[in-house]
């Protein structure tokens, strides 16, 4: 005997509201006003005012993802603590709390909703459906993420219950519950991105280990920032000079440099009194080896080539008892990494 067809018109309508308890997920269309957000959801940010009427004129036109809520009774039923909060209406938001505040701020009158009586079998059970969702979204708020996983370690019981539960390391538990620790100022330049995780992990840590009060964390971060800001010491000395900082003399492939003698020898530098300007005198150490004459455009001062663009000529004499010419004329006849050589010679032969 055939099977009795069944019009697939006939299926298209819409849903009506089932009987609740019903393990079966139902799809329904609930009015905004028998609806109610759950306490547990650890998510406070759910967007602006603009960007939640966004949402809600996309909803009007076409709703693709339902809200996933329990019943009241059923709800209560573990939670009694939140009688008070969830007040008469009918059902409680597991899931969806955001498309439920779009959907209100644009006055739409119901939502598509899929009641889930199952997730409400246990406490744990219904923890897990609300927190799993932010738990694993990339751009969750990290302070909300440590509230939400604190949630789930006071109703597992410990932090290796979570873990298992999440199929996560400890590890990935303690990191997300350190982040109380933190003040509340500190927590929300964490949550409006102004500090990064990790800086915030150390700052736990340090807070576990030294007991920082609220101050002594403002301060911690305070000397993060002054460091990050500043280059790191030896940086500048390792870093090619800006073009722009450096005199360039016409002919580059004219400029060669002479090769700087270790560190660890002393130099012999000329003094106006005892020698000719801008030459070492002849018992030098470095004068002892050939010296090519300076081309076009390069400066000699001791055994240190400097590159200027001004027409060739003598080097002045070196005014020793007046450290402020003495600085002047280095910085107009040496580069840059000649003074930082020089300065390095004289500290060893002092």
Known sequence: MAGQRTSLASL?????????????????????????????????????????????????????????????????????E????????????????????????????????VIREGIASSRKEFLDAVLSENLDRMNFDPIEEARAVEQMVVEFGSARAVAEHRGKHEAWVSQRRSLLRLSPAMQALVSSRQMPVEKARNLAKAIKDLGLDDASQVAWWDEERAARASVPRGRKELAAPSPASVEQPEDLTAVKPQVLPPVREAVDLPRASTSSPGRPPAASPVAASPVTPPATGVREIGNLTAVKSSPPGPAPALPWDSPEELDRILREYMTPESRTALAKLLSIAD
């Open 82 to 113: 939140h009688t008070d909060r969830i007040g008469t209406t009918t059902y409680v938001i597991a899931n969806g709390e955001r498309r439920y505040r779009a959907a209100t701020q644009v006055g739409l009158g119901t939502i598509e909703a």
């Open 12 to 80: 298209a309508g819409q849903k009506v509201e089932d009987i609740p308890g019903r393990t079966m997920p139902t799809l329904v269309s609930l009015e905004l006003g028998r609806i109610v957000p759950t306490p547990l959801n650890p998510r406070t940010e759910f967007g602006g005012t603009e960007t939640l009427r966004e949402l809600g004129e996309s909803m009007r036109r076409r709703q693709l993802q339902p809200i996933v809520v329990v019943s009241r009774t059923l709800y209560l039923k573990l939670f009694p």
